[in-house]
């Protein structure tokens, strides 16, 4: 990950926007040229097709020079990269460059030699557990797509905790699937799969659990007319424990989330 960081960093001081400014003639950046590499940022989002309908909302369009100063100058650790707030300045910056989303960065800038890291502290049962939450939450997705227009979301309660970010998510893109009238179509078949499951970083408080996922979604319309979501891409998934002490989903960082809604 933080091969991938670097990356990131340098070529955002190689692209023409940076380069071409005022911001090309040195490479001690201080405060103010945080500041304005800032507004360069957050102008091309503004203007970016990249960003546009659920994913504008979700992930905001502007950028604050404390924020890119934090990034370049050591938020970079594997800690950080397990953070929401930082993965989402991740994908922003990555749409300046002119890639779909931060996922899309790293699938272009590949390192395979890249060691992926599993902690030695966590026993088995703690990985059949976890891994347990998270392909029961995606279970109860599916089976929610599968019943449209019918909404219930109480299955959900076992595996993400209610009124969590995530939660209201799945509520959202749920009815917005609803107001559509798209229903999942019967021919030809829909699938997902959820594989290399990872837990990234445990504490007694969270645990960060990233994942690759395939999602194949035939829906029709209210008129007949089919439309199709096909992604495969890789996600982190928020842990937190609920009020009884037990471990749930607390939110979910997935880059396409609301290209179901606004592009099928």
Request: charged share 25%; hydrophobic share 35%; with cysteine.
């Amino acid at each position: 990950m933080l091969i991938t960081l670097e990356k990131l960093k340098t070529e955002i001081k190689n692209s023409p926007q940076v380069a071409n400014s005022i911001l090309g003639y040195t490479d001690q950046w201080k405060s103010s040229h945080y500041n304005t590499l800032a507004t360069l940022v957050s102008e091309s989002l503004m203007k970016s097709s990249l960003l546009q309908g659920e994913k504008k909302f979700e992930l905001g369009n502007t950028i604050s020079g404390m924020t890119l100063k934090r990034f370049f100058e050591g938020q970079n650790s594997e800690t950080a990269s397990n953070d929401l707030r930082f993965l989402k300045t991740l994908d922003k910056l990555s749409i300046f460059l002119g890639y779909q989303d931060f996922n899309e960065f790293i699938q272009k800038n590949k390192n395979p030699e890249t060691p992926i890291h599993i902690p030695e502290t966590l026993v088995h049962e703690d990985r059949i557990y976890f891994e347990n939450i998270i392909l029961g939450c995606a279970r109860c997705e599916f089976e929610f797509l599968q019943k449209l227009p019918e909404i219930n979301l109480d299955p959900l309660k076992e595996f993400v905790i209610s009124g969590a970010p995530y939660h209201t998510r799945i509520d959202r893109y749920l009815h917005k699937l609803k107001e559509q009238e798209y229903v999942i179509s019967s021919l030809p078949e829909s699938n997902y799969e959820v594989f290399n499951l990872e837990i990234k970083n445990k504490t007694s408080r969270s645990v960060v659990i990233a994942t690759s996922e395939f999602w194949n979604l035939n829906f029709i319309d209210g008129n007949e007319e089919p439309h199709h979501y096909h992604t495969m891409n890789q996600q982190n998934y928020f842990l937190k424990k609920d009020a009884d002490g037990n471990w749930k989903i607390w939110d979910n960082y997935n880059p396409n989330v609301w290209d179901l809604t606004d592009k099928i």
